[in-house]
Every structure is written in C-alpha cells, then in structure tokens.
C-alpha cells in the first residue's frame, strides 16, 4: 500500500474531536476504502492547555495555524474553527500552499465559497464540505452526484439541530426555550454564537449551499429570506397540533416560473408527513426531482461523530482522488463553474403560501366579522377557524386561522390592518404551512 496521507488540522474543538476518534478507531477499514492510510500530522488549536476529547499523543499540537497550512508534508487541510474570519484567511492561504481543503464551515462555504472555489480552481485543488450541510448525512454528495440525472423541483429540509431539538422538547416535554438552547450548547450542536442556530442564520447559509447545489445557481446568502424560531410558543405549537401540524424550522427551496424561492422559517407541516416525525437534532432534507420523485435523506444534523463522520468520507474522497487526473473531479457546485445559471431570486414579498395566523381578540361580538372582511378585501380565504374559549383573568381570546394559499404581500397588508383593529390586543403570530406534496 502507499505511503499514508498526511493530513493537518485547524481546530480540535467537537468536530476536530470527532473526526480524530473515527480516524483512529475505524483506521484499517478507511485505509482499504481510500487505498492507504490518513495519518493527522498536526493540529492547531488556540488553547492549548485545554483538555482534549480525543487522543493528541500521535501528532503535534500547535497554537501557530501557520505551522499547518505550511507543512510540506501536509497535503489536506481540515477547517475546522468556524466563523468567516480567520477560517477564510487560513483556507485562502492554505489553497495558496497547493493543499486541498475540507471544512465543515458552512458560514465560510456560504459567504465566500464563490472566491475559495475559484480559487482553488485556478490552483487545481479541491474543496469538500460535505460535513458543512445536514451534519452526517451525505446530502451534499446525494443531490451533486446520485441526482445528477434529475431537474430538481424543489426540496425543504429540517437543516439545524438545534431548532429541531429546541422545538421537539417543547412540544413533547413541555420545556422552557433558553432552558433546552442551554442543553443543546452543552451538547456541541450549537454554533459558537447560538443566534445563528435560533435566528434561523445557519439554516440560511446552509440552504445557500443547497440551493447551488440543486438549481446550479451561484452562492447566494444574502438572498436568503430567514426567520427564527423565536416567537414560536408552547400555545402556537399545542394548536398546530389541534389543526393535525406539527412545527418545524424549514429551509426551503423552490424552482418557480418567475425564479427561485429561497427561505427559511418555521413552518407547519402536516403530522403524517414523515419529515413532520423528524425529532430532536436529527435532520431531514426532502428533495423533489422530476425522474426520481421525492425522496427523504435523514440522520444526525450535528454532534461530533455523526459531523465527523462526513468528514471522514470527504477525506476519503480526496485521497482517493489524489491519484487521479484533476479535470475529472466533481465540480465543487455539481455544475460545471462556467454553466452556473442566473434565475432570479424571488423577493419574500412574491411567494405565495398557506399560512396559520394566531390573533389576539377582545371577547365582542363582531370582531370575527371585521377580522374576515379585511381577508375578503385582500382575497384572502379561509380553510380553517378555531375560537377558543375565554380564559378567567384574561382579557382577550386566540383564534387560530388556516388560510388558503395567498401571495405573502396580500398578507401582509391584510395582517397590517387587522392589527390596527381596536379590539385586536396583541401582535399577530403567524407561521407559513407547507402540504409538501
Ligand atoms: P468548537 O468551538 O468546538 O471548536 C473550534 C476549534 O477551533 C477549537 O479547537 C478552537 O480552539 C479553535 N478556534 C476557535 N476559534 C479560534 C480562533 N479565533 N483562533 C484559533 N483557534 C480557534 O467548534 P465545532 O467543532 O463545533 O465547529 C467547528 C466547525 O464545524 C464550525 O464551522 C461549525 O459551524 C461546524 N459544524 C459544527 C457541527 C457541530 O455539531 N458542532 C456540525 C456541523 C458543522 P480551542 O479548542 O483551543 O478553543
Ligand atoms: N449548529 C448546527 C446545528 C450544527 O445545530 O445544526 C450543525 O451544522
């Protein structure tokens, strides 16, 4: 067998871990799969007195990120900090250097994946990141390779853990949100900042991926619509239950005749659907393709393992390349760069969907009738209505509405003038529903 690869890490925090414990305890199985060893060589921390949670005897640890993107005898690179920072002045030089990259970094991919690429083109290295999406599900691998043969309609998919469990322990355990975001950062699932988890941003960058990937459409974040998890309540998610849907954070993308629709919001989803079973921090992506039609890819979205896990295979992947001519590798964004297509991005403000409307009412008799007529003016119909009963020492009364489908600014406007109603007590709450039929 040849010579094991020699590989160096930045960053060996959960994920690092993680994919040092495979390395090591699945060696021999990976060595015959990519046709000889991987050997880590080098990491690179920034405490380094900090207690590890993997093996470190077998390489040397360092706090100079430089000491790795510069070893001759380094040929991959893992990015494994995170963040757009440091991460892409590393990844930029280390490209520079001739090494190929893998990073499970969907910020960076994200945001500056259109120059690394291009970069890494120019230098005749790749860049794998299959870890970066869905943990360790090979979704990236799944639409860029095993889809290849389809026109993708659309897919949605439940794509950060966090939310998921967030959302899942307050439905089945009825548990306080900052209490179970805590659980979650005490896990690992949570990005450094949690916010990106919570306010759906590291859902947005990893549909940005998806959607390239998909459509053949170049990365395009800033054009991502995204809304968090939360407002979502206890009440909303118990009457969505009531109305046969479960709650779930989606991040969505949909080929349309005037463009694409690139979102990310929680969303209602009918119970039977399996993505709608999908629980705690596992994921699910649901993709729609016109020959093979939809089917579901799901497993563990975040952890050390299961991400390590893809970074194992997209290791594997490039040693098992680095004998093979460069032209024949798989484009970073499944589409050949210079076929990428300019379909336009919708504006939120165009997309037409079903939405569950919860609004505070005065106990009168005809607030309904003012509430349904502001939906007439807008042509905006009704599926569904639940009054409930009022509460002793609560002034006002919920009612849930299901509309049917309905162009966002309709029902903005209409959600704009019904709040200004006298007898209408709190913010509306509203949450998009998707059939995914
Ligand atoms: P951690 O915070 O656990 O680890 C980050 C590592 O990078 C640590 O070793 C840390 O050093 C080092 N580091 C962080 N900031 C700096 C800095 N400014 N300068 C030098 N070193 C730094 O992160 P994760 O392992 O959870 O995440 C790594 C990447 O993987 C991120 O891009 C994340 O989004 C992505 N990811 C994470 C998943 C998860 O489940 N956790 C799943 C999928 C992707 P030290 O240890 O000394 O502090
Ligand atoms: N914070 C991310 C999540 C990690 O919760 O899904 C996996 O990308």
Redesign the pocket.
């Known amino acids: 067998m040849l010579e094991a690869v020699k590989v160096g890490m930045?960053?060996?925090?959960?994920?690092?871990?993680?994919t040092v414990n495979i390395l090591s305890r699945n060696a021999d199985e990976i060595a015959r799969r990519a046709g000889r060893g991987i050997k880590i060589s080098i990491a690179?921390?920034?405490?380094?007195k900090?207690q590890?949670a993997c093996d470190t005897s077998g390489f040397t640890l360092t706090?100079d990120?430089n000491k790795v993107i510069a070893d001759p005898n380094v040929k991959i690179v893992l990015?494994?900090?995170?963040?757009t920072?440091?991460?892409r002045e590393l990844v930029l030089k280390a490209i520079d250097n001739g090494k190929h990259i893998i990073?499970?970094?969907?910020?960076?991919i994200a945001l500056h994946g259109n120059e690394i690429f291009q970069r890494a083109q120019e230098k005749g290295v790749t860049v794998a990141f299959e870890?970066?999406v869905a943990?360790g599900i090979p979704i990236i691998k799944a639409i860029r390779e095993g889809l290849a043969g389809n026109s993708i309609q659309w897919l949605a998919g439940i794509i950060n853990?966090t939310c998921n469990f967030i959302l899942t322990e307050m439905r089945d355990k009825g548990r306080d949100f900052d209490d179970v975001l805590k659980e979650a950062q005490q896990l690992?699932?949570?990005?450094?900042d949690p916010t990106?988890d919570i306010e759906g941003i590291?859902a947005a960058h990893k549909l940005t991926i998806l959607a390239s990937i998909a459509f053949g459409v170049p990365l395009q974040f800033e054009k991502i619509y995204t809304e968090g998890i939360t407002e979502i309540t206890s009440a909303d998610v118990a009457y969505a239950s009531e109305l046969g849907y479960r709650i779930k954070s989606l991040g969505i993308a949909k080929r349309t005749a005037n463009g694409l629709e690139l979102r990310v919001h929680p969303t209602l989803i009918p119970h039977r659907r399996l993505i709608a079973n999908v629980d705690g921090v596992m994921n699910a992506v649901l993709v729609k393709a016109d020959a093979l039609g939809p089917s579901l890819y799901y497993g563990a979205?975040?952890?050390?393992e299961?991400?390590g896990s893809?970074v194992v295979a997209d290791l594997v992947d490039v040693v098992r390349a680095l004998t093979s001519d460069p032209e024949n590798r798989v484009p970073h964004l499944a589409f050949q760069p210079d076929a990428l297509s300019n379909i336009p991005i919708l504006s939120m403000d165009d997309v037409s969907t079903v939405y569950y409307l919860r609004i505070h009412v005065q106990d009168r008799s005809g607030v309904l009738a003012d509430v349904t007529n502001i939906f007439a003016n807008h042509n905006i119909s009704i599926e569904a209505i639940i009054q409930k009963e009022p509460q002793t020492n609560i002034a006002s009364v919920p009612i849930i509405i299901l509309t049917h489908e309905v162009v966002e600014q309709n029902m903005n406007k209409a959600i704009a003038e019904i709040e200004k109603l006298e007898a209408v007590t709190n913010k509306i709450m509203r949450i998009r529903l998707e059939t995914l039929t």
């Open positions: 930045l960053g060996l925090g959960t994920v690092g871990s993680g690179s921390v920034r405490d380094i900090k590890r706090v990120h990015e494994l900090i995170g963040g920072g440091i991460a990073t499970a970094n969907k910020a960076l870890s970066a943990g853990g690992g699932y949570a990005e450094a990106f590291d979205g975040a952890g050390a299961p991400t893809a």
